[in-house]
């Protein structure tokens, strides 16, 4: 596989207003990136547009070398793992953690089919992967926002993607949750056999020193991209909010201050 993510001069244009203008985005393998952008820049269109769920206006998308146009994009999901919090209101609360991992595999919201034992195997590993394999017999509805995330990572996990796409998984956190739930992702992006992983944010703290590429999106376009370090500094920051800040660095995560 050459490229997990290829997006060429694409555009999405709805009722006469620019959502997404000229994203050009390259993806490689090993690499895992962080999305950050205010409220409104175009973060969730841009990863419906890599999902297929909705279709560009003009330019090119090709994700896990499939080609937009020319590919089944029912059977490319198949390798896409995607927890956003659209999908934690579909689960149905009364299923038991471990159900819900094993869910993954089928790319349900619900079991339909009968789950092999090691099915159940496998979603053990991923809980314990997670830090969560506690919640294997607890209802769903019953666990903390925290400890739903990690089922739904593990979750997202289940169907071995190639691509797994983190939608503002800390949103309602509290910071000892997100902390606990990034140094799970740190850990689970750090293996060997890892998917690509893309995490999208708002704060700039918690791009992990794994997500060694950032991407920063600002009113539907993209605002800056490259490695971490270069792209996270307080120059080009101050420039994407519009507002004097300083960033310093604290063990490899950026962390900014506004300076008045
Ligand atoms: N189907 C649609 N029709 C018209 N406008 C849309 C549609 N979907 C999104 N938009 C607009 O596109 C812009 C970008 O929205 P998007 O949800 O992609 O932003 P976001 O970066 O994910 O925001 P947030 O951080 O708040 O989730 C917003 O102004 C939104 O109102």
Not at 48 to 56: A, F, R
Not at 161 to 185: K, Q, V
Request: aromatic share 8%; net charge negative; charged share 20%.
């Amino acid at each position: 596989m050459n490229k997990v993510i290829d997006i060429q001069n694409v555009d999405w244009r709805r009722d006469g207003n620019v959502i997404l203008s000229e994203i050009n985005w390259q993806v490689n393998r090993r690499e895992h990136w962080a999305v950050l952008g205010l409220n409104g820049s175009g973060k969730t269109t841009l990863l419906n547009i890599i999902n297929g769920y909705i279709w560009p206006t003009s330019g090119k998308v090709s994700v896990l070398d499939q080609h937009f146009g020319k590919t089944d994009i029912r059977e490319l999901r198949k390798s896409i793992g995607w927890v956003s919090s659209s999908l934690q209101e579909k689960i149905n609360g009364m299923e038991y953690g471990e159900n819900v991992v094993v869910s993954g595999k089928y790319a349900s919201i619900g079991l339909y089919e009968q789950p092999a034992a090691d099915d159940y195997q496998r979603a053990r590993e991923l809980m314990e992967q997670l830090g969560c394999s506690h919640l294997a017999n607890r209802k769903y509805q019953t666990c903390s926002q925290g400890e739903k995330q990690k089922i739904l990572i593990a979750r997202g996990l289940m169907a071995s993607p190639d691509l797994l796409i983190l939608d503002e998984p800390t949103n309602g956190l509290d910071f000892i949750s997100r902390e606990g739930l990034l140094a799970a992702i740190q850990q689970l992006a750090a293996q060997e056999d890892a998917p690509t992983i893309i995490f999208v944010t708002h704060h700039i703290e918690e791009i992990l020193p794994i997500f060694n590429h950032t991407l920063l999106l600002r009113h539907g376009t993209v605002f800056n991209q490259g490695k971490t370090k270069d792209v996270l500094t307080s120059e080009s920051l101050s420039h994407f909010f519009d507002i004097p800040l300083e960033v310093s660095w604290r063990k490899n995560r950026a962390w900014m201050t506004i300076i008045a």
